[in-house]
């Protein structure tokens, strides 16, 4: 599964519009975080937020780490979502950093190249220590700076390269469906 982080800013527009609000979940390891956000005027209104402890789910004590199965997760987040009040069921994910791989790598070539997602997975595959097709890959070309423009560039571009494991989305999606959310 290949996708630009362009789209996916596209995408996040589209789905945050003034009609609909959005929730953005950040499902940690101790809590799970939730903030409901609607478009009005070109400006983030606040419809609600909330933090829910997982350590009660787990039969620990409020703050601990705990590694709870998807259905305890997801009645955390039906929980949170009643006591926050939200009342909307599209959501916005958060990928931890310990689940991802993120590293910028340089094309030995300038900008002004259309940048595909098979020359992504080639060089990919000289960066990431597991097999390309395990992942979830995603990037982002990063602007040129004023300097570099200025001195005539490097015909080299930095590219922001995220790969997620398969397994750890399926895991996400998973969670996300069982608390009656669709993610966008």
Do not use: C
């Amino acid at each position: 599964m290949n996708f630009s982080l362009g789209g996916l800013l596209k995408n996040f527009k589209s789905a945050f519009n003034a009609k609909k609000s959005v929730l953005g979940l950040d499902i940690g390891s101790s809590f799970v975080k939730l903030v409901q956000l609607r478009k009005e005027q070109e400006r983030a209104i606040l419809e609600t937020y909330g933090e829910i402890a997982l350590g009660p789910y787990g039969k620990m004590k409020i703050g601990q780490n705990v590694k709870l199965s998807p259905d305890d997760t997801a009645q955390a987040i039906k929980d949170l979502m009643k006591e926050s009040n939200s009342k909307t069921d599209r959501a916005r994910v958060s990928i931890p950093l310990k689940s991802s791989f993120v590293k910028i790598i340089t094309l030995p070539f300038g900008q002004e190249k259309n940048i595909s997602a098979e020359v992504i997975a080639m060089e990919a595959r000289r960066h990431i220590p597991v097999p390309v097709s395990e992942v979830a890959l995603d990037w982002w070309v990063i602007p040129e700076s004023e300097d570099d423009l200025k001195n005539g560039g490097e015909k080299e571009t930095e590219v922001l390269l995220v790969a997620i494991h398969n397994d750890v989305i399926g895991e996400y999606k998973d969670i996300i469906a069982k608390a009656g959310l669709t993610a966008l």
